[in-house]
Every structure is written in C-alpha cells, then in structure tokens.
C-alpha cells in the first residue's frame, strides 16, 4: 500500500486510510525496535538531512534516530552557526543541499508554511517537522499511536486538549488527526488563548473551566504556555495560570475517573503540569517520545520511492 501524498507537510492533507497505514506500519517498526538488533537496510540507498532553523530535542533526535534504524546516510543543518547568519535563503540553503544528492528533507521552521514552500520549489521528499503555529504532523502520529496503544481505538475517544491552543501546531495537528479518525475533542484554556474559529472550522469543544473541561475525557493533553510566541501578555501570570488551568493531583482527584495524562514536550513543570503527574502513574508521557522514533521510521519508510 502507498501514502496519497508524496510529502508529509500536515494532517490537514492527508485521508483517514494514510493515517491508518502510517499507524500499523509504526506498530511493525516498534516490534524491530524490541529486538537486540534494532536495524533493517530498508533505506540503506539514501540521504536524508535533518534541517531545523528552531530549536528541538525530541523531534530532531528522533528524526535522526528513525533515519539510522532504517539504515539511511544522515546529515544534520542547524541554522545557527550556518551561512544563514551571512544571510542565505532558505532555497539557496536547500539547494546547495540538494546538489550533495540529498533524498529526503526533515524541517522545522519558525515560518508557517516554510516546507509548503520548499515543496514548490525543489524535487526532494519534505517532511514538517514543525512549522511556527500551523503543523506538527509526526507528533500527532505519535500521540494517536500512543492513544491507540492505551485505549485499542481513537473511534469515540474523548480527548481533551489543554492550555496554549492559540500558539499550538500540535493543537492543530492533533485536531486535524483525532476529527479524521472519530474521537471527540475538546480544548480547554483561557478564552485568550483559543481561537474563536475553532468550534466551526473543527467540531470542537471549547471549555473555559478546567474541571469541567477534564470530567468526562479520556486523555487530557496538556500543551506547553508558548511564550515566545506571544507577542503581548494573554494572561496576567504564569502564576495565576498554574492555578486556574495546571494540571495538579487536586485536580485530577477530583474528577469522576482517573484520565490519561500526555504532553508533547518540552515541559514547563510547575506551569502548566507539576512534577508528580508528569511523573506518575496517569502519565504516558515518556512512551510518547518512545513510540515517536517508530512513527517516524514508518513516515520516512512510507514516502521513499513515492
Ligand atoms: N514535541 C516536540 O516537538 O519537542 P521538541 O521541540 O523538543 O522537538
């Protein structure tokens, strides 16, 4: 079977049966990554470079190591320390790149839309590896595999999805993905921070009240306060945020049943989740950033030879 697409640049393109293939193909990468000998040759012909102009820790590494369990050649571009800083584009960037024989681009960009544009403009694979506040396609992958993993299905699934929605490409990712596949979702934060088109453009949700947001959900995943991407303050405090929308035992205590706890990473602990549930037993947290490196070999496996 093959993907409908020939990139990975959102959620928003792709069809309930690609999100299905992506998802049993990532179920067969785990099962590899449980043997003592964690490699298959399957992209042994080819080279893939990982350009991120904005910072990652889990994304980049898992790319990287998805791209080395498949057998591929990889090579890593940060833009700080490039020829970036003495002003090359983004297209001479890549295609100085590409004369190298590159097969495949892995990119984050603070730009909305900046692999969309490298798509237009040069013959290799793009996958989005984040773009500003538009799209975080694999981290969604990987939430819905780890989602499945938990409950079996996303079919009638009562996902919450907590905090920053406003500034979120995985907001928007998890949206496009969890609405394609049957669940319900809803967005829980301050009204500053979720935008007023949601309910219509998604069939979502919108809570302001964070119990109530949480009392009949499955899964709450809780997004990180985006400060740099604020360009004015949207609440008075981070305080005061902790308070009124943190993830706290209290909290969790005080609903009907014991929900499943996720968080994209990076946290920001004592904000917008404190330490002992990010730690403890509701939280699938770290399975989340263990089951990205199979959904990402499944991704990079499924769009060679498109
Ligand atoms: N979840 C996520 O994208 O984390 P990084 O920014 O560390 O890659």
């Not at 020939?6 to 990468?29: M, N, Q, R, V, Y």
């Not at 449980?34 to 470079?49: C, M, Y």
């Not at 100085?96 to 692999?115: C, E, F, Y």
């Not at 544009?117 to 969604?140: C, R, S």
Request: glycine share 6%; hydrophobic share 40%; proline share 4%.
């Amino acid at each position: 079977m093959k993907l409908s697409t020939k990139h990975l640049l959102g959620i928003k393109d792709l069809l309930k049966e690609d999100i299905e293939l992506i998802l049993s193909t990532a179920k067969e990468f785990k099962e590899v990554l449980q043997r003592p000998i964690k490699k298959v040759p399957s992209l042994r012909d080819k080279t893939i470079v990982n350009l991120f102009y904005e910072n990652s820790t889990r994304t980049r590494i898992s790319f990287e190591l998805a791209e080395k369990r498949l057998s591929a050649d990889t090579i890593n571009f940060s833009a700080s320390g490039s020829s970036v800083d003495k002003g090359e584009t983004l297209l001479d960037t890549v295609n100085n790149i590409l004369s190298m024989k590159v097969d495949m681009v892995v990119m984050r960009h603070a730009s909305s839309g900046a692999p969309h544009f490298l798509a237009k403009h040069i013959p290799a694979v793009i996958i989005n590896a984040g773009d500003g506040t538009n799209e975080h396609p694999t981290q969604a992958l990987l939430d819905a595999f780890s989602m499945i993993e938990k409950f079996g299905t996303l079919k009638g699934l009562h996902v919450s999805i907590v905090g920053d929605i406003m500034h979120s490409r995985v907001a928007l990712s998890n949206i496009y993905l969890l609405k394609k596949m049957g669940a319900h979702v809803t967005v829980v934060g301050p009204p500053t921070l979720i935008p007023k088109y949601l309910t219509e453009a998604f069939d979502v949700k919108v809570e302001y009240d964070i119990k109530k947001g949480l009392q009949n959900c499955d899964v709450a995943n809780v997004l990180r306060i985006q400060l740099e991407r604020q360009n004015q303050p949207l609440f008075s405090s981070l305080r005061e945020y902790n308070l009124s929308y943190g993830i706290s035992r209290k909290l969790l205590d005080s609903l009907n049943k014991e929900i499943t706890i996720m968080h994209p990473g990076p946290m920001n602990r004592g904000v917008e989740i404190d330490s002992d549930i990010a730690d403890g037993h509701q939280s699938i947290i770290l399975n989340q950033v263990e089951n990205g490196v199979a959904v990402r070999m499944a991704v990079l496996y499924l769009l060679t030879d498109q």
